[in-house]
T-cell receptor, first 114, second 114 residues
């Protein structure tokens, strides 16, 4: 596609429910990143996928968070048993490789847990 | 641990005026340095980056930034601001030069007055 696409753009969920956020990277990009942006704060790294290598999950804040990526295409970020502190904008980015190539960001999914 | 500080949460300038956005970092080694811009409803866009070499780097949209090792700073500048520059600006640092595990500042919101 022309850019990184994320869906939904907005999601309101009740505390305790599970949510799935989707990211469609730019076609041909082997690297994919998830970040979280809390209100008034910078981005926090969550997880990184590079080709068929094991993902770098070092940024996931708890075991309620998980992510998958099918080959070099779509990725889903799942948050189980959502808590109010999970409310944030979740940003996905992709880059041609995992090296010094530029990362292109999607518009993000704004998650509100009520 | 590495950290990035953007001391100005919000800056207001008049159109045509010059702009400087501050960024200071704390890192164990000379990091790779980035500036991103986030317009409302859009993803982050890379403005410029510093990896090595000339400490004054030119970016898109007429922006430039200067790396000052002695001050651990990487301030963003533009000689004449346009109304379309109103956005949020993020400074980021990383060890590898890729988007993997970037550390972001909390952002500076720029308002441009007509």
């Amino acid at each position: 596609g022309a850019g990184v696409s994320q869906s939904p753009s907005n999601k309101v969920t009740e505390k305790g429910k599970d949510v799935e956020l989707r990211c469609d990277p730019i076609s041909g990009h082997t690297a994919l990143y998830w970040y979280r942006q809390r209100l008034g704060q910078g981005l926090e790294f969550l997880i990184y996928f590079q080709g068929n290598s094991a993902p770098d999950k070092s940024g996931l804040p708890s075991d309620r968070f998980s992510a998958e990526r099918t080959g070099e295409s779509v990725s889903t970020l799942t948050i189980q048993r959502t808590q109010q502190e999970d409310s944030a904008v979740y940003l996905c980015a992709s880059s041609l490789t995992g090296g010094r190539t530029e990362a292109f960001f999607g518009q993000g999914t704004r998650l509100t847990v009520v | 641990a590495q950290s990035v500080t953007q001391p100005d949460i919000h800056i207001t300038v008049s159109e045509g005026a010059s702009l400087e956005l501050r960024c200071n970092y704390s890192y164990g080694a000379t990091p790779y340095l980035f500036w991103y811009v986030q317009s409302p409803g859009q993803g982050l866009q890379l403005l410029l980056k510093y990896f090595s070499g000339d400490t004054l780097v030119q970016g898109i949209k007429g922006f430039e930034a200067e790396f000052k090792r002695s001050q651990s700073s990487f301030n963003l500048r533009k000689p004449s601001v346009h109304w379309s520059d109103a956005a949020e600006y993020f400074c980021a640092v990383g060890l590898s030069g890729s988007a993997r595990q970037l550390t972001f500042g909390s952002g500076t919101q720029l308002t441009v007055l007509p």
